[in-house]
């Protein structure tokens, strides 16, 4: 099929048969489908934050919000990304890679996701400490906030560690 026709048929939701659809189309009708579900969730949280009188609660409520935004705006990016990627690959089975690096570049690369995971690392030891120093600030709210960061540089130590051996 022309990829221009491929490109408009999947824009006008052109449902294959169950047969016909590849690996990364599952995928990435799912990724839609969850992206469309938890955009109403979104605005469940906006809704709640405009009706709530408590400002701790809009407070915690908000950075959540901000937090299931920018997961929603990843998912899009990566949609919109084996989208194009469909249109484009004739097989539509290979999932992107990090592409084509000659020896400096990954060097360079492993440098410098090793680097993250080190700065992420005295991050996480960081909070830790200042999450202790504050276990009686706000009612634990500070140490809470704390602890997420925590998570989310775990987080981010598990994605680096996904590129370091990608690089292998």
Not at 42 to 69: M, N, R, W
Not at 78 to 95: P, S, T, Y
Request: glycine letters at 4%; charged letters at 30%; a negative charge.
């Amino acid at each position: 099929m022309d990829t221009q026709i491929e490109a408009l048929v999947m824009n006008l939701g052109f449902k294959p048969r169950e047969d016909e659809i590849s690996a990364i189309e599952k995928l990435t009708a799912s990724l839609e489908n969850h992206v469309t579900e938890e955009s109403k969730f979104l605005k469940v949280y906006g809704e709640a934050i405009a009706k709530h009188d408590s400002s701790l609660v809009q407070f915690i409520l908000k950075l959540i919000l901000a937090d299931e935004e920018t997961h929603h705006s990843v998912l899009r990016r990566v949609v919109a990304a084996l989208n194009a990627d469909l249109i484009w690959r004739k097989d539509g089975n290979q999932m992107p890679t990090l592409g084509a690096m000659d020896t400096v570049e990954k060097k360079r690369l492993r440098d410098l996701t090793d680097e993250f995971i080190a700065e992420e690392k005295h991050g996480i030891a960081q909070s830790k400490s200042l999450m202790k120093m504050s276990e009686n600030c706000y009612g634990g709210l500070l140490t809470m906030l704390l602890g997420t960061m925590v998570h989310d540089s775990q987080k981010h130590i598990t994605m680096l560690r996904f590129i370091r051996r990608q690089l292998k």
